[in-house]
T-cell receptor, first 114, second 111 residues
Framework: DAGVTQSPTHLIKTRGQQVTLRCSPK?????VSWYQQALGQGPQFIFQ???????QRGNFPDRFSGHQFPNYSSELNVNALLLGDSALYLC?????????????FGPGTRLTVT | QKEVEQDPGPLSVPEGAIVSLNCTYS??????FMWYRQYSRKGPELLMY????GNKEDGRFTAQVDKSSKYISLFIRDSQPSDSATYLC???????????FGTGTKLQVIP
């Protein structure tokens, strides 16, 4: 049973560029949440997708956008990258009927903005 | 004030010690309380979750929630070097609401 997978593993971008990160949820899961984890900090909630719609959003600017596909996989897009966007981006999947208390994380994508 | 406060440590203990990790939270709407373990450069791994107040035990791990004082604890018995990681507490009120994490406590268990 494949767990949550994310791609790419590492990414280096320049300020002002755009980036797309990808996530495939755990088999059977239908809800995907994205988090940003800065060094030495806990994960910060970006947004959550269920049934291809954004259901909840954290305190992140509109430069952060996402999408969920019919197969439940998801993308996170960040435009106009800033140095402060450098972080580990985590995707977590869960089953809507079970609730977010039982979500499973992928290994993350480490984004470095120079 | 952060919604969830957690001492970042680091916490260093000898092998076999009992470890106590703690968090406090401010939002009384939180109903679910989770503990995650995160190894260096890896994603968080769910250890256990608790609904409302009370205790929950899973092997060497015990989670405690005291909603009256808004205090969350994780106890690790007979700690092992493999327990060395960052431990994250998290809270959630249910439905479409977000999960809120603490900053994490870095634990080192010395052989």
């Amino acid at each position: 049973d494949a767990g949550v997978t994310q791609s790419p593993t590492h990414l280096i971008k320049t300020r002002g560029q755009q980036v797309t990160l990808r996530c495939s949820p755990k088999s059977g899961h239908d809800t995907v949440s994205w988090y940003q984890q800065a060094l030495g900090q806990g994960p910060q909630f970006i947004f959550q997708y269920y049934e291809e719609e954004e259901r909840q959003r954290g305190n992140f600017p509109d430069r952060f956008s996402g999408h969920q596909f019919p197969n439940y996989s998801s993308e996170l897009n960040v435009n106009a990258l800033l140095l402060g966007d450098s972080a580990l981006y985590l995707c977590a999947s869960s089953l809507r009927d079970s609730g977010l208390w039982e979500q499973y994380f992928g290994p993350g994508t480490r984004l470095t903005v120079t | 004030q952060k919604e969830v406060e957690q001492d970042p440590g680091p916490l260093s203990v000898p092998e076999g010690a009992i470890v106590s990790l703690n968090c406090t939270y401010s939002n009384s709407a939180f109903q679910y309380f989770m503990w995650y373990r995160q190894y260096s450069r890896k994603g968080p791994e769910l250890l256990m979750y608790t609904y409302s107040s009370g205790n929950k035990e899973d092997g060497r791990f015990t989670a405690q929630v005291d909603k009256s004082s808004k205090y969350i604890s994780l106890f690790i018995r007979d700690s092992q070097p493999s327990d060395s990681a960052t431990y994250l507490c998290a809270t959630y009120s249910g439905g479409y609401q977000k999960v809120t994490f603490g900053t994490g406590t870095k634990l080192q268990v010395i052989p």
